[in-house]
């Protein structure tokens, strides 16, 4: 092994060291090439309008087939996995009837949490290797994240479309360094293990898994309760199942969730006010209690009026249907 070798996997160590102080569960590496296999994909999924309203999806084609569009002379994407599972969240048990907020957003915003200590990382690998060009990404439309992550042999995308692990499920943020140095790259793909199972497919109510491991993402719930603008149209109606901000059905029912751990992330704790909310209060939400909330939130996406109209939509179909 010639000397080069040896510091890049002593930089390895270091990474992962480091990824793990800041409560990275995972970081996987992938040598920066275009994503050819994926083009044909990402181009179909497009042209059937998958997307939705979700307009920014369209643009930056190139770039998110290839990183090196996004810096230049990046040589390798560091992918990471950071925990947000919560264990039992308002509204999950049987008897519960409250409203329910997707477990991502329970707390403070994932983007700038997340971002935060991508950041920080950055700072350290420069302050140890030297001068490296660097960008970091958390939930960016220009990175296909799970392709990358899946490379880095973290895990494999289920047919769910969600970056799944074999020891520990799928809540996780994902969060992207490119830098323009070279590490030696992760094994490669880990292997598909859905198998036969099509728990996510037979749960999803609005129908959005289309088919395995093709997510339309303008039927997903989390499209209608977040992105969507305006009404919500009809043939959605009564599908929500108590959901008001996104949907973690596809998650609930995998098995392999059955081995995530809960996150250690304060930011990422529901307050003891949102905890307190009930039914009732949700039907009768004002924006300052919106306000009190949700300061950091990233339910501020879908914002006060958004949060309301599906309140309504979901107490209209409950009514109808005489729950
Ligand atoms: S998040 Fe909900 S609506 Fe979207 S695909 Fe999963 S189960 Fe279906
Ligand atoms: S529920 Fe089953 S098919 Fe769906 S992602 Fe999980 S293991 Fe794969």
Redesign the pocket.
């Known amino acids: 092994m010639g000397r080069t070798a040896v510091i890049a996997g002593d930089r390895l160590a270091q990474l992962q060291a480091w990824a793990a102080e800041l409560g990275f569960e995972a970081v996987g590496v992938s040598r920066a090439d275009r994503l050819d296999e994926e083009a044909p994909r990402l181009e179909a999924w497009l042209a059937e309008g998958r997307h939705g309203e979700m307009g920014y999806m369209e643009g930056h084609f190139e770039k998110r087939l290839d990183p090196r569009l996004l810096l230049p002379g990046t040589k390798t994407v560091l992918s990471l996995l950071y925990n947000y599972h919560t264990p039992d969240p308002v509204g999950r048990s049987d008897e519960d009837t409250n409203l329910k907020i997707s477990s991502y957003a329970l707390g403070e915003d994932y983007h700038f949490v997340v971002k935060r200590k991508l950041k920080e990382l950055l700072k350290w690998m420069r302050a140890d290797w030297g001068d490296i060009a660097g960008r970091v990404f958390v939930d960016s439309a220009p990175v296909m994240e799970r392709v990358w992550a899946s490379r880095g042999g973290l895990g494999w995308i289920?047919?769910?479309s969600?970056l799944?692990t074999k020891g520990a499920g799928s809540y996780f943020f994902l969060g992207e360094i490119l830098i323009d140095i070279e590490l030696p790259a992760s094994v490669g793909a880990a292997m598909d293990?859905?198998g036969t199972?099509?728990?996510?497919?037979d749960a999803c109510p609005t129908g959005a898994i289309i088919q395995?491991y093709s997510v339309d993402g303008s039927r997903c719930i989390s499209y209608y309760t977040i992105e969507l603008r305006g009404d919500l149209p009809e043939p959605v109606a009564g599908a929500f199942e108590d959901w008001m901000f996104g949907c973690d059905i596809?998650q609930e029912?995998?098995?392999?969730n059955r081995h995530a751990q809960p996150h250690a992330e304060p930011a990422f704790l529901a307050s003891p006010d949102l905890l307190a909310m009930t039914r009732a209060d949700w039907v009768d939400l004002t924006s300052d209690t919106f306000e009190a909330l949700f300061k950091k939130s990233p339910i501020r996406r879908t914002g006060f009026e958004g949060l309301k109209r599906n309140i309504a939509h979901i107490e209209r179909e409950r009514l109808k249907g005489g729950r």
């Not at 199972?197 to 497919?201: E, G, K, M």
């Not at 029912?253 to 392999?256: A, D, E, L, M, N």
């Open positions: 289920g047919k769910n969600l799944l293990h859905c199972c099509t728990r996510c497919i395995p596809c029912v995998c098995p392999w």
